[in-house]
């Protein structure tokens, strides 16, 4: 009789913590969504150092760009029209770490969907189809990732980004060396450390509208697309985020700030910038 007693509580003890670990689960699930339902207010990590996209202005103390606008009515559909959108800067290196630990909701900072990053992170649909291309110095005679692929030539990157990666498969002879961000790889490009600095078209593109005396060579040797990335289990905010992106290519107001941040680029593709 006593190990009976004994093993219904034991069996008592395993539904009731299976009935916790479900109900944690789901808490977990709709927490994202709820909390930021609950004070109004979605938390973006974003980019400050990447021209069109995020960057600090000075002036104003606030962080401008593609994916700022794109986080402020993102926001306004999730959270309706007075929805607050709150950016923190993050690094290639710790955007995921932050989202990870609740300092944020959800990631829009220049972020490529990978299978690898898919397995710690849910990834929204693509907003923005980038390429890795090219950084040079104009008169110099590399014009394509193949002229990299010679013994000496050195390549910069910035830490956590799928470039370093992407350079030692399509040019596995140049020497890669990254920087804390893109500042720190330009100035590396200018002061003579490297050949070329290789990341996203957009954002070299952004660079050069700034120093004319460099250009984006080579067009776009892989695929790199852009998607807003939230934790695991945040299926309700990721719902609400692919819905308001879908809206916005629907009803133009997507298209119009494709325009508004890379319309007077030249050498700029939007058509293929904006490729689901």
Not at 87 to 105: A, E, M, W, Y
Request: aromatic share 6%; glycine share 8%; with cysteine.
């Amino acid at each position: 009789m006593k190990k009976l007693k004994a093993l219904l509580v034991l069996t008592g003890m395993l539904l009731l913590t299976l009935t916790l670990s479900a109900c944690s689960a789901e808490s977990t699930q709709q927490n994202a969504l709820k909390r930021s339902q609950a004070n109004n207010t979605l938390t973006w990590g974003v980019k400050a150092d990447t021209r069109l996209f995020g960057l600090m202005d000075i002036k104003s103390g606030t962080i401008k760009g593609f994916d700022i606008d794109m986080g402020k009515e993102i926001t306004k559909r999730v959270l309706g029209k007075k929805g607050h959108a709150k950016f923190v800067q993050v690094t290639s290196k710790t955007r995921i770490p932050l989202l990870k630990n609740g300092n944020i909701d959800a990631i829009i900072a220049t972020m490529t969907i990978t299978p690898d990053r898919a397995k710690v992170v849910d990834f929204s649909k693509v907003y923005f189809a980038a390429g890795q291309s090219l950084l040079v110095k104009k008169g110099s005679p590399i014009k394509d990732v193949r002229d990299l692929n010679k013994d000496g030539m050195t390549v910069l990157a910035v830490k956590g980004s799928t470039s370093a990666v992407n350079i030692q498969k399509y040019a596995p002879k140049a020497k890669v060396l990254e920087l804390e961000d893109y500042a720190q790889a330009f100035t590396a490009l200018k002061s003579g450390q490297g050949d070329a600095m290789t990341t996203d078209n957009g954002i070299l593109f952004g660079i050069a509208s700034e120093n004319p005396s460099y250009h984006v060579v080579g067009g776009a040797f892989t695929n790199e697309p852009y998607g807003i990335a939230v934790d695991k289990q945040q299926t309700q905010l990721k719902n609400k985020i692919d819905q308001a992106i879908a809206e916005m290519r629907k009803d133009g107001t997507y298209e119009h700030l494709l325009q508004k941040w890379f319309g007077g680029i030249a050498g700029f593709d939007l058509k293929e910038a904006s490729q689901q």
